[in-house]
């Protein structure tokens, strides 16, 4: 197979698995948007977390709040956790790699807040730790991940979202967590503004 035809099929690979899971992912997309609205309309903020990709997902969604996305709008209350060196470093020397959210969540996290937990394993464990220390501030959580959803999707209860990829693919994943993220801004920015 030469390169164009690799391209080619990936493209297509990309664009099955979006129109598979559209209609699976809806209502959980759906539901989160009404959650990370509720905690911005109640004066919360959204804390996110992921890693590699994951955290440039994280750090994605966060300057979309943030800045606006496609709609002029006041600035929205997010942190990615992935982009302060200083605390992730002092973290990980002074404790562990696995703290590095987690510590970030129970300085910074209260109850009308959300945490956006990523992970295309669903088992990385610096984001388990990020949701239980979520669970100790009374947040919700939004989870964004694949492969079934690992140990992840069982540490969620009736209160948090679930966003499942149904694939085992990395980069499969990673691509529908971007779109999951545009779709986030959009029905955040619909709400927000009370736009039909």
Known sequence: MDSEDRIVELFNASADLKREAASSL????????AVISQSLLADGKI???GNGGSAADAQHFASELINRFEMERPGLAAVA???DGSAITSIANDYDFAMIFSKQVAALGHAEDVLLAISTSGNSRNVLEAVSAARGRDMRVVALTGNGGGLLGELLGEADVH??????STARIQEVHLLVVHCLCDGIDRTILGVE
Not at 26 to 33: D, E, M, R, T, Y
């Open 47 to 49: 804390l996110a977390c």
């Open 163 to 168: 966003i499942c990829v149904p694939s085992e």
């Open 81 to 83: 956790l992935t982009t």
């Open 26 to 33: 809806a209502p959980q997309i759906a539901a989160a948007v």
